[in-house]
């Protein structure tokens, strides 16, 4: 495994990892939180949507928003509407996120090579059938993990570095499409950490309206990554999404 980083960005990263949890749980149960999603409503081509319209008649606890994503068939750009209800039935059977202990030695320090262009990476996402959405990925991240070496794509979220990876804990003790990580930059613009134990469950592990991308080949580890989150754990018999 790559040797753990020296230079840990606080004096206590335990301390800094337990408030980091605390904040995935404020974030979850948020009225427009991963598990206040409850429909997500793609709208016929060439429409535009009417969140004020949509909301009109819903219950006072419901939120509408906008996105938009590209058409697979035609690549055109594609509206729709987001039914986040913050009284949902996985809100209010969510309990917690089982995770495992905090392990200095999963935080890993990575060299980082910015690609000129906009490169743009093939992503299997998990309700297209197998289609391939292209997202941007700036740069590789390469580092060398029980031996063996490896150069990860992680995509541009907003500014911020977002790997989606793979590791055999997935489906067993995690999730089964596999976990996010963003990835911290450092002072350095060729080095990168990757704190595994800030590993956490996407979204559509707590919302079957999402439509996550999925590891590509590359991002996906030979050994089994026990940091960072597991799964989602729900009251009352609640289904968990898996």
């Not at 090579?113 to 700036?138: C, K, M, Q, S």
């Not at 989606?164 to 489906?171: A, H, K, Q, R, Y």
């Not at 950490?193 to 979204?203: G, I, K, M, S, T």
Request: aromatic share 10%; proline share 10%.
């Amino acid at each position: 495994m790559s040797h753990p980083i020296a230079d840990q960005p606080t004096a206590d990263p335990a301390g800094e990892w337990d408030a980091w949890r605390s904040e995935r749980h404020r974030a979850l149960t948020s009225p427009t939180g991963n598990l206040a999603l409850v429909e997500t409503r793609w709208l016929p081509a060439g429409e535009r949507p009417d969140p004020e319209a949509a909301r009109a008649g819903q219950p006072e606890t419901v939120t509408v928003t906008t996105l938009q994503r590209t058409d697979l068939v035609t690549g055109e750009p594609e509206h729709g509407l987001r039914f986040w209800d913050a009284d949902s039935d996985a809100v209010r059977h969510f309990d917690r996120v089982d995770v495992f202990p905090h392990d200095p030695s999963w935080v890993l320090e990575a060299t980082y090579t910015p690609v000129p262009g906009a490169r743009r990476v093939a992503f299997e996402h998990i309700r297209d059938n197998g289609g391939t959405r292209d997202l941007v990925v700036p740069g590789d991240i390469t580092l060398t993990v029980d031996g063996r070496d490896y150069t990860l794509s992680a995509f541009d979220d907003d500014g911020t570095l977002l790997l989606v990876f793979g590791d055999p804990t997935n489906g067993d003790t995690t999730y089964g499409a596999g976990r996010f990580l963003f990835v911290r930059r450092t002072e350095d613009d060729d080095r990168v950490v990757l704190d595994f134990n800030r590993a956490f469950v996407p979204p559509c592990g707590f919302s079957d309206q999402y439509n996550c991308p999925m590891p590509p080949r590359q991002n996906r580890f030979h050994l089994p990554i026990q940091a960072g989150e597991k799964l989602p754990v729900f009251r009352g018999g609640f289904p968990a999404q898996h």
